[in-house]
């Protein structure tokens, strides 16, 4: 019997490690049909962000009570899976608590922490299941959320709250077990959570507890394994790529946006002729401005949309949405994540070979309007607790409608004219400019 319980419990990892890499390696494509970006530099400031937002969720800390309960939610998950590992061991071994030994009296301290742990991510979990569904924060019920964004929240909230009283309930079990000598379960010590629950089942006999707390083991490990692959279709999936796009996160001043090299290169034969940096040679490739699908993106903008929370802290942030325009950074994130996606599947359905589907990112996901009601004042940015830029991607969208099909409102072309004409936003040459400056100080 002990045989097939290692053998199913290794054929069950096998599965779960298997899938999950294969969607692991699915997502690093989808992410690398961007264009190539150089983000090396400066790696000290990476790995600082890395341990200040990333590890340390230093932008949730604005709002102390609810960065306090999510790193609960965050630390106490991480923290108490590291038992995961004893888990594993055991499953595969034949084992039972197979570090007792190796740690001795501190066992049973580092599963009371674990049970402390595990006791205020159920109660985080429960509160932030009242603020989406019954107090309905703003933000939680936008229609960005519409459909599965909404209850793919609520179902890992649940299945958290599911996993720590498996692991709560399988530890009672086992202290009862201890406490009646039972054939297998060695003496850890008390359990600090657990342990006070242990004499629910003293009216229970030794099979019917051992059944708990095997059932418990196997919905426990299971649970995990059927989380890990769950991750790759949910917006938790930040869990794990937090850390990367914390690392590659831009390290220019917010305000500073990037250069187009031959739009630079126009201005500066306009303005400074003696800054201009040298004219493609002749037949050089016409460059693209801006993007209008996935593909012309960068890795770090897809990176950016797989590593969405779905908070909606940048659409509550935005002017433009809290004016009623239709913008929602949130949006214009989880609509790249689902056009890359669906490229990526298109992708390896022919044979690594794109094939034309009829549809982009501009207009089929995200509309113009969307776009034009952008302000570019980078509250997005600012408000983002993993380092993500929804307005990277709004500009080059933008950059695209203007540059590759001269389509913008007509304030902006009159400004545009105004640019290449008079060097200036107005509708005055340079002399005139002059001559306006000095009647305004007369």
Known sequence: MQIVQELLFVIAFGIAVYLFSQQARQIRKNILLGRDEDLNDHPDQRWRNVLLLAFGQKKMFRNPLVAVLHF??????????????????????????????????????????????????????????????????????????????RSDANYILITEIVLMTLFLTMNAADQNLQLRGSEHYVATGHFWVSGMFASVFN??????????????????????????????YSKHLHIILAFPNAYYASLEPKGEMENMPAIQREVQSMLQPEMATEAP????????????????????????????TECGRCSAACPANITGKLLSPRKIMMDTRDRVTEVGKNIKANGGTFQDDGKALLRDYISEEELRACTTCNACVQECPVSISPLDIILQLRRH?????????????GMFSNIENNMAPWKFGPDDRENWINEMNS
């Open 281 to 308: 040679a002749e037949g050089a490739e016409i460059p693209k401005f801006g993007a209008k699908d996935v593909q012309d993106l960068t890795w770090k903008n897809l990176l950016d949309a797989y590593s969405c």
């Open 72 to 149: 609960f939610v965050y630390a106490g998950f991480v923290i108490i899976n590291l038992e995961i590992l004893e888990i594993i061991l055991d499953g595969i071994l034949g084992k039972h608590r197979l570090f007792v030994p190796v740690l001795g009296s501190l066992y049973p301290v580092l599963i009371g922490l674990f049970e402390i742990l595990a006791v205020l991510v159920f109660v985080s979990c429960a509160i932030f299941l009242i603020r989406r569904n019954i107090l309905k924060l703003k933000r939680f019920i936008s229609k960005d959320l519409d459909g599965w964004p």
């Open 203 to 232: 009216g229970m006999s030794d099979a019917s507890v051992i059944a708990v707390e095997r059932t418990c083991w196997w919905l426990h490990i299971l649970g995990i394994l059927a989380f890990l692959n769950y991750l790759p």
């Open 401 to 413: 409608l203007v540059m590759e099909e001269s389509s913008a409102p007509a304030e902006w072309t």
